[in-house]
């Protein structure tokens, strides 16, 4: 089930929708879509929202009403109105409003040749996953029956938002193309839409783990070398730079005594990051991001007020210097198997290593994200389906929404999707 305090989300940009400034809400447990218009009290005339408070006020407002209401919209209907107080003034069941707003944010699906993936890549639709759980926004537990007739349990990671459609398909290409590692998530299938058979998501192996911000947290030593090791091959060997090294990201089972390094949706070629950090040195981004990774788990602090959290030169330079100097208190809820000063240690040695690496050069093989956009449609696939709320027991649910014998849900209105028809073209 996708936490509660995680299932509803703006999009990363705005839209304009009837020539003003609105916002575009996921549900991504029902994979619907909302267009949100907060009405402020003192907003400008036009209901722009370029002034960033005016901006920040209404994804606050929005936020607030989708937590209290989580439910509370039925089908069919496609945008709403709230006050500045959060009380729902209006809805409306207008198709055009998520039509207008998918031609700005909705994904481009690419065809396989379109998406020009290795010759090794393994294909199944999406109708043939049966959905077992929700796991997190754009990631469920499925099951399928693989070439030796067996179930086999994967996790399916889609996208329903152009931003996070770009970098997936570059995530997607990354896993095919690196050897298989004890540390990551084995690729299994490329998945493609029943119906235009193009690229909509993938799967990989399911790692029934937990992450390391989930109190009470278990962090070994030998944790943080494999890690390290992880890094060094990921950014020495292969080229790249992970970009997203955080506790959320680093899934621990501690029966098995391992631990999978997570979400390579924003991992560039390292050559590539030279552009997005000013004066920065990029072969060291992970490096600086696992210091902080481990900080946080030891002493749940979310913020360093060192400043270490910038991606700059000088933070780097000084981590090796500073790391002693840190507050390093262990919390309560955090469990260590060795001493504190030791993970330090480490640490130390390490940056100090990487740093003395920092300006060799690397070459990526398989980073290229590239691949022709020609002849593709936005939102080409349906993935509306029933709220966990409206789930009925015994009754199978697929990948793509629908229950496995083709009957709707008892209790459940029968209603064409308003995202079925936005963009909708031949294959």
């Excluded at 407002?61 to 500045?84: C, M, N, R, Y």
């Excluded at 970009?243 to 390292?270: C, Q, W, Y």
């Excluded at 090796?320 to 030791?342: F, M, N």
């Excluded at 027991?393 to 064409?416: I, Y």
């Amino acid at each position: 089930m996708i936490p509660p305090a995680c299932r509803f989300a703006p999009a990363v940009a705005p839209v304009v929708v009837e020539d003003e400034t609105r916002r575009l809400w996921f549900d991504y447990d029902s994979r619907r879509a909302f267009v949100v218009r907060v009405l402020l009290k003192a907003e400008d005339a036009d209901g722009d929202d370029t002034d960033l408070k005016s901006f920040q006020k209404k994804g606050k407002v929005a936020g607030e009403w989708f937590q209290k209401h989580p439910d509370e919209l039925g089908l069919g209907i496609t945008g709403i109105e709230l006050s500045e107080d959060a009380e729902l003034l209006s809805k409306s069941y207008d198709p055009a409003l998520i039509s207008a707003a998918g031609q700005q944010l909705f994904p481009l699906y690419p065809t396989l040749a379109e998406a020009q993936l290795p010759g090794h890549a393994k294909t199944i639709l999406r109708s043939e996953l049966v959905e077992l759980d929700r796991l997190w926004r754009n990631v469920d537990l499925v099951s399928f029956t693989n070439e030796s007739g067996e179930t086999e349990r994967a996790a399916f990671k889609y996208y329903t938002e152009m931003a996070r459609g770009q970098s997936h398909l570059g995530e997607h290409k990354l896993l095919l193309h690196l050897p298989p590692h004890p540390n990551l998530l084995r690729y299994t299938r490329t998945v493609l839409d029943e119906n235009s058979g193009r690229v909509v998501g993938l799967c990989t192996e399911y790692f029934p783990g937990r992450d390391l911000t989930t109190a009470p947290i278990i962090f070994k030593l030998s944790w943080l070398e494999q890690l390290m090791r992880l890094v060094d091959e990921l950014n020495l060997t292969a080229g790249i730079a992970h970009s997203d090294i955080r506790p959320a990201n680093l899934m621990v089972d501690e029966t098995t005594d391992t631990f999978k390094l997570l979400d390579f949706g924003h991992s560039r070629h390292i050559g590539g990051l030279s552009d997005n950090m000013e004066a920065g040195r990029p072969q060291l981004v992970d490096v600086q991001a696992v210091v902080v990774a481990v900080y946080t788990i030891i002493t749940q602090q979310k913020s360093l007020s060192t400043g270490v959290d910038e991606c700059n030169e000088r933070a780097i330079q000084s981590f090796e210097a500073e790391i002693p100097s840190w507050d390093w208190r262990q919390h309560k809820d955090t469990k260590l198997d060795h001493p504190v000063s030791e993970y330090q240690r480490v640490l130390s040695d390490w940056v100090a290593t990487r740093q003395k690496m920092a300006d060799a050069k690397h070459t990526c093989t398989g980073c290229d994200n590239s691949g022709s956009e020609d002849g593709q449609n936005p939102w080409a696939a349906t993935w509306e389906r029933p709220a966990t709320k409206h789930l009925v027991p015994g009754v199978v649910m697929l990948a793509n929404g629908k229950p496995a014998d083709g009957v709707p849900q008892a209790g459940t209105p029968t209603v064409e999707s308003p995202l079925r028809d936005v963009g909708r073209g031949s294959v």
